[in-house]
């Protein structure tokens, strides 16, 4: 998913926020499991709230003088290190990029608490599930994304604003998706999978009404999730069309 995403894009992403970057306090850092990877504990001043960050540097050292492409990585918990390591042998793949894999997450052990802080943050707007409200906080995570979290990374490590990428998965590709629709040049490119759009009854709408200027987005949906009233696949073509009408340049793959 990621190398074909990586193959297609060529669009120039604008950088913004870069003024916010000094503002995040790192909590904590350290090196975990692979000397090379390090991690990282942010107090984000936007979203009044703690992640883990786990940066991943390319497989091979980038030239002096050169930079590299960063592919940011919602629900470092869930997907983290499977995602980071599929990152690490597509970049020795010949015509690949090399990249920094940035995954988010958050610093806890319990999936439980895992779980309430990504609907918290993926959901622009508040979702009753079991006869509990979840969500609200899309908006203010990604002011911590676009705003703090990338602009310090680009002022750390030599990785290339215009080769930037987000990619989410479910609660995560419905964050994505919200995203590009708001600020389509927050990021060169994006990719969405097995997105939740029904937990956001406006989110096509707003897509719709975007301007994708090109823009590459991938987004894939597994062929059997259909689940009683939630039909994964025809959401996912929905999501499709609007892209494709607002200018992206979609690929979409069941």
């Known amino acids: 998913m990621f190398r074909k995403l990586a193959l297609i894009a060529a669009v120039v992403a ?34 009044g709230r703690e992640y883990m960050v786990r940066i991943l540097p390319p497989m091979l050292p980038t030239p002096e003088g050169e930079t590299a492409a960063a592919v ?18 597509i970049s020795l793949e010949q015509g690949s990029w090399p990249a920094y894999v940035i995954a988010i997450g958050y610093d806890t052990a319990s999936g439980a608490d895992v779980m309430v802080n990504r609907a918290h943050d993926y959901l622009h707007t508040p979702v009753t599930d079991g006869g509990d409200s979840e969500g609200g906080g899309g908006e203010a995570f990604a002011k911590f994304l676009v705003g703090e979290l990338k602009p310090f990374v680009e002022a750390k490590l030599p990785v290339d604003p215009k080769r ?23 990021f060169a490119g994006y990719m969405i999978g097995s997105p939740s759009v029904w937990a ?39 999501l499709q069309a609007a892209l494709s009408g607002a200018g992206f340049k979609v690929t979409h793959k069941v």
């Open 14 to 47: 604008c950088v913004q926020g870069a003024a916010l970057a000094q503002e995040l306090e790192v909590k904590r850092e350290g090196a975990v499991t692979l000397p090379t990877v390090r991690e990282m504990v942010f107090k984000s001043p936007a979203a």
């Open 72 to 89: 940011y990585l919602l629900d470092g918990n869930l997907y983290g290190w499977m995602a980071e390591g599929t990152m690490r042998l």
């Open 164 to 186: 930037s990428f987000v990619g989410g998965h479910s609660y995560g590709g419905l964050f994505v998706s919200n995203l590009l629709a708001r600020q389509p040049d927050a």
């Open 200 to 238: 956001d009854a406006a989110l096509v709408e707003v897509v719709g009404k975007s301007k994708g200027g090109g823009r590459p987005v991938y987004v894939s949906v597994g062929e059997k999730e259909v689940f009683d009233t939630i039909d994964m696949v025809r959401d996912a073509d929905r």
